[in-house]
């Protein structure tokens, strides 16, 4: 059974703080991205501005926050809790509520190792995309994208969960609706949302084909 780290004396310790604020900069990166290269015409939709804000934190995430996570956990015997530096101890703090972070676990490592080869490309490919006027490829991509992302955080948890949680810590809100719930509830909702936008924009382009077909 997986032991789990005490919670710490004072849970808003500084480098909870960093860690939060880490992920408020990169979102703030992110909007000012979508500011300086997405197109007028695109910029004034809110879907396509959140569209593009998205892609571009989730690139920015995938090649910082989880590139930084693979750095120090492979290969083994590389881990999180023997590394040192910033980002060291993010994962760590992180590890706080869900210890495999901190062990290397070969599962969320795999995942982890494919979503920085393939998932941030792939963003940054889709945000790319949406900057090129009248192209719409990039729709088709973020499904991809999107589908490929809720694989992801159901093979990280669904193993976990059928074996009873052993790695999961919630014995503090901050673990549970923070950083295990929230933060991984964001690659739920949105690539859902994601899949649902594009996918009705593709399949109303699928249907003006075929009736101008049938004329």
């Known amino acids: 059974m997986t ?8 849970l808003l310790t500084q ?3 960093l860690s939060l604020a880490s992920t408020v900069a990169l979102l703030a990166l992110a909007v000012a991205l979508a500011q300086r290269l997405l197109p007028a015409r695109r910029y ?7 569209t593009f804000v998205w892609l ?3 690139a920015l995430v995938h090649f910082t926050l989880e590139a930084s996570f693979v750095f120090h956990s492979f290969p083994r015997p590389r881990t ?4 040192t530096g910033p980002f060291a101890a993010l994962w760590r703090e992180y590890a706080l509520a869900d210890t495999r972070w901190g062990t290397s676990d070969p599962t969320v490592v795999s995942i982890e190792l494919i979503t920085v080869l393939g998932a941030g490309p792939l963003a940054a490919y889709c945000a790319n995309g949406m900057r090129r006027p009248r192209n719409e490829a990039w729709r088709l991509w973020i499904i991809i994208l999107s589908v490929a992302e809720l694989y992801g955080g159901w093979m990280t948890f669904a193993p976990e969960w059928i074996t009873g949680s ?7 809100p901050l673990y549970t609706w ?3 719930a929230f933060f991984n509830g964001l690659w739920v909702v949105i690539p859902l949302w994601l899949i649902w936008d594009s996918g009705r924009v ?5 249907s003006v084909t075929e009736e101008t077909k049938a004329k």
Not at 80 to 83: D, L, M, R, T
Not at 166 to 172: A, D, E, F, I
């Open 178 to 180: 923070v950083y295990l």
């Open 202 to 206: 593709i399949l109303r382009a699928l």
């Open 3 to 10: 032991v789990h780290h005490a919670p710490p004396p004072t």
């Open 56 to 58: 571009a934190f989730d």
């Open 80 to 83: 999180v809790n023997s590394g």
């Open 166 to 172: 052993p790695s999961l810590n919630t014995s503090h």
């Open 44 to 50: 004034a939709g809110a879907a396509q501005r959140f």
């Open 15 to 17: 480098t909870t703080l």
